[in-house]
């Protein structure tokens, strides 16, 4: 008895570790960085060459709240508006060393597959490889609460105002990036295991200037 205790205690630990070890808490985002709001209007531009320096836990905490960050955290409102505030664009994080959903709520990030994926968002583009991270924007008809061609119409837009956040982010913050429709779609969806209602539909490669 004493030892199937001890081996349920035991099983339940590890669990418990295993669970941890997937999900990252990130650093609280800056609340001032980089260049005012026209500067980083005026300095806006696509890039495809990148450094292979990772980006720290910081960079990342900025750049995912800048995308779909919690910015009033009494409404549960975010940085990106979407069509009645439905909030439903997920963000995968893809890095050399594995794909992580952002959990904006909690500021952190939830592994979801080991390895290194990043030439599925490349896919036929090779640059876009060395980016050392790549976000992903996929779109949840069932957050959204309609699949009509309006509603795809209102996803894609609000899909569209979260990476333009993170294209001035960069600007602002001396980051490269690239918006980018190009990836390998139904691979992404088979590895991310994505239902039917949700769409992958852009992708941001970021990175520091080469």
Request: glycine share 6%; net charge positive; proline share 4%.
């Amino acid at each position: 008895m004493k030892r199937q205790i001890f081996s349920m205690l035991l099983t339940t630990l590890l669990c418990c570790a295993l669970s941890m070890a997937q999900v990252q808490k990130l650093p609280a985002p800056a609340k001032s960085l980089g260049k005012n709001v026209m500067e980083a209007l005026w300095s806006r531009s696509s890039g495809n060459e990148f450094s292979d320096k990772m980006l720290s836990d910081q960079d990342l905490s900025n750049l995912l709240f800048a995308a779909i960050g919690v910015n009033r955290p009494a409404e549960g409102k975010i940085t990106s508006p979407t069509a009645r505030n439905f909030q439903e664009v997920r963000l995968f994080v893809f890095t050399a060393k594995g794909v992580s959903e952002y959990l904006n709520k909690e500021n952190s990030l939830k592994q979801v597959a080991k390895g290194d994926h990043r030439g599925l968002i490349a896919d036929r583009q090779d640059w876009a490889k060395s980016a050392p991270v790549s976000l992903l924007f996929v779109a949840d008809e069932k957050k959204f609460g309609s699949s009509d061609a309006h509603a795809k119409l209102a996803m894609a837009i609000d899909v569209g105002i979260v990476s333009e956040n993170v294209n001035l982010f960069c600007a602002g913050a001396g980051f490269v990036t690239r918006p980018r429709m190009t990836m390998d779609t139904p691979a992404i969806k088979k590895l991310l295991k994505l239902s039917d209602t949700e769409t992958p539909l852009l992708n941001n490669p970021v990175g520091y200037a080469k």
